[in-house]
């Protein structure tokens, strides 16, 4: 597996318990939940290169 960077993140209370809910519901831990919803937009917007890919895409215009 690859090396995880570790980085402090500051989120407003209500953000952070919306989201620490969400992973329960999940059977997530809050990190996991976070990592998990980052993956989903970064392939939803094109931006996290595929297995096959060395590069992502070049932003849309």
């Known amino acids: 597996m690859a090396e995880r ?3 402090l993140l ?8 919306a989201i620490q809910r969400w992973a329960a ?6 990190n996991g939940q ?8 970064l ?3 094109g931006r996290l ?4 890919r060395s590069e992502p895409r070049p932003p849309r215009r």
């Open 5 to 7: 960077k570790s980085f």
């Open 10 to 17: 500051r989120l407003d209370p209500a953000v952070f318990d």
């Open 25 to 30: 519901e999940d059977l997530r831990s809050v």
């Open 34 to 41: 976070v990592e998990f919803l980052l993956r989903q937009e």
């Open 43 to 45: 392939r939803r917007s």
């Open 49 to 52: 290169p595929s297995a096959g």
